[in-house]
C-alpha cells in the first residue's frame, strides 16, 4: 500500500506528489507542499486529497523524502 493512502503520513508543509483530477486518466503526477487535508477519513484507496499551498487539490501518490 502507497504510502500517501494513511492519513497519519500527510502532514501540512509535507512535500509531496499528487493526481490532479484532470491528470487522472494520464497518471502525470504534479509535486507541491501540502496546505490542508481534505480526506477526513484515516485511510483512502486513491490517496488522501489534499490542498497544496498554490491552491492545487489532488491525491497523494508520492511523498517526496
Not at 13 to 28: C, F, H, M
Not at 46 to 63: D, F, S, Y
Given at each position: 500500500?502507497?504510502?500517501?493512502?494513511?492519513?497519519?503520513?500527510?502532514?501540512?508543509?509535507?512535500?509531496?506528489?499528487?493526481?490532479?483530477?484532470?491528470?487522472?486518466?494520464?497518471?502525470?503526477?504534479?509535486e507541491g507542499i501540502?496546505k490542508d487535508l481534505?480526506?477526513n477519513s484515516a485511510?483512502?484507496?486513491?490517496?488522501?486529497?489534499?490542498?497544496?499551498?498554490?491552491?492545487?487539490?489532488?491525491?497523494?501518490?508520492?511523498?517526496?523524502?
Open positions: 500500500m502507497n504510502e500517501g493512502n494513511k492519513r497519519e503520513n500527510v502532514k501540512p508543509g509535507l512535500k509531496v506528489k499528487i493526481v490532479l483530477k484532470e491528470d487522472q486518466r494520464s497518471g502525470k503526477l504534479t501540502v481534505l480526506t485511510v483512502h484507496p486513491h490517496g488522501i486529497k489534499v490542498r497544496l499551498e498554490n491552491g492545487q487539490v489532488g491525491r497523494v501518490k508520492e511523498i517526496v523524502k
